[in-house]
């Protein structure tokens, strides 16, 4: 009964996270994002603006927010469920790749948004930090624990490696741009993450093999 009240307040602090989040990308797509002042943010998610600096701390923060969801939980996730006979490098790999390119998110829209606003362009990128603690969560339960800082490395080095693909793709994307000044998605993210992710897969091998014999 005592854990119960926690889960209450997380279940509350999450729904008002995700109003904030639907807010402030609805509020950019309508206004402009240059147009959208945290004020009116909170205010269309009911919320004082105190409350909405607990959660956010800019409004580029919250409209990227919307757009990537929980990709980093979800990106965990993948890995954990990976069946136990897929090697750990091919686990993580695929896992960033799918969650990354999902068909329908970000959006066109929303993507559209993205490349059309350097500072919305830098924090989608520095959003790819977000997955290192999960990851590494996922990474040490592959590993049976035998190494939380091994586990905490290879997640630091996954999310750098997406975060190189993600800047890569994006200057792509822009210097794509047509005459009129639209941006238009260009190049493959699939290909560019797991370019990036390669170097890795020794040293997710090696980590998943040392493992092994430690477990035995």
Avoid: C
């Avoid at 190189?164 to 993210?189: D, E, I």
Wanted: aromatic share 2%; glycine share 6%; charged share 25%.
């Amino acid at each position: 009964m005592e854990t119960r009240p926690t889960g209450l307040r997380e279940q509350k602090k999450q729904a008002t996270r995700e109003a904030l989040r639907t807010a402030a990308l609805r509020l950019a797509l309508e206004r402009g994002p240059d147009n959208v002042r945290v004020d009116d943010i909170a205010e269309a998610a009911g919320v004082s603006p105190r409350t909405y600096n607990n959660y956010f701390s800019s409004r580029e923060q919250a409209i990227v927010a919307a757009i990537t969801g929980e990709r980093e939980a979800r990106v965990a996730a993948a890995v954990a469920e990976r069946p136990a006979d897929v090697g750990l490098a091919e686990a993580v790999i695929e896992a960033v790749v799918d969650q990354y390119t999902d068909p329908g998110e970000p959006g066109r829209d929303a993507l559209l948004l993205i490349t059309a606003r350097p500072a919305l362009r830098d924090e989608f990128v520095d959003a790819a930090a977000s997955i290192e603690h999960p990851l590494g969560d996922a990474i040490a339960q592959r590993l049976g624990d035998t190494d939380r800082n091994t586990a905490r490395v290879l997640a630091a080095s996954v999310a750098a490696a997406v975060r190189l693909a993600l800047g890569q793709w994006l200057q792509t994307t822009v210097a794509s741009s047509t005459p009129s000044g639209l941006v238009l998605p260009s190049g493959s993210l699939p290909d560019l993450l797991r370019t990036m992710l390669a170097p890795l897969a020794p040293a997710l091998d090696a980590a998943e093999r040392q493992a092994g014999r430690t477990a035995s």
